[in-house]
């Protein structure tokens, strides 16, 4: 890629930490004035990512569902940039929904699409274009795609800018209260 939008002093909120072997890595990038608040739904996998925190203290693990941001809402500040790689069907709505409680605006994505554990009955070439419909329609902005072959089999990375109409984001606020 040619920009991942994740520097030395960055926030980054990262969806799907699993064990926190790349959250080790993101941690190390954005060094000691950054942050990785990293989330992750297993329980198994949540005890391994507590125990690599420990030894990098600018990783704040969460175990949580991603689906539900509001119940980590408290330990989460605005973020520089999100990283997803949760593997799930609906995976452009838990990105979207993080994003709209926690990236700042202009902030960055960097998202990890799964072709087949959002629809595994096409290709996966329409499967990536349905997801960057779908993002753009939740006001992120595309700036980079490629896919992971021959690493990996149907899986692409996507990474831009989220820009939030601030109408669209007041009517939403609105209606949330």
């Known amino acids: ?3 991942l939008h994740i520097g030395p002093g960055d926030k980054v909120l990262y969806l799907g930490a699993a064990s926190g072997t790349t959250v080790s890595h993101v941690a190390d990038v954005v060094g000691p004035t950054g942050v990785v608040y990293a989330v992750e739904f297993s329980h198994r996998s949540g005890r391994d990512l507590i125990n690599m925190a420990k030894t990098r203290v600018n990783v704040i693990p969460i175990i ?3 689906r539900h941001p509001l119940k980590y809402r408290m330990l989460v500040g605005m973020v520089d940039t999100i990283f997803a790689d949760v593997a799930q069907p609906d995976q452009a709505r838990i990105v979207a929904l993080n994003a709209h409680h926690f ?3 202009n902030g960055h994505f960097v998202i ?3 072709a087949n554990c959002i629809d ?5 070439e329409i499967v990536f ?3 960057v419909d779908q993002l753009k329609k939740e006001q992120f902005k595309p700036t980079e795609q490629i896919t992971l072959e021959p690493f990996e089999r149907d899986h692409a990375m996507l990474v ?10 007041k009517k939403k606020e609105d209606a949330d209260e």
């Open 160 to 169: 831009g800018t989220y820009r939030p109409d601030k109408k669209k984001k």
């Open 64 to 66: 949580e569902d991603a």
């Open 129 to 131: 274009a349905r997801e």
């Open 112 to 114: 990890s699409i799964k």
């Open 120 to 124: 595994s009955t096409v290709a996966a």
């Open 103 to 105: 990236l700042r605006n």
């Open 1 to 3: 890629m040619e920009k």
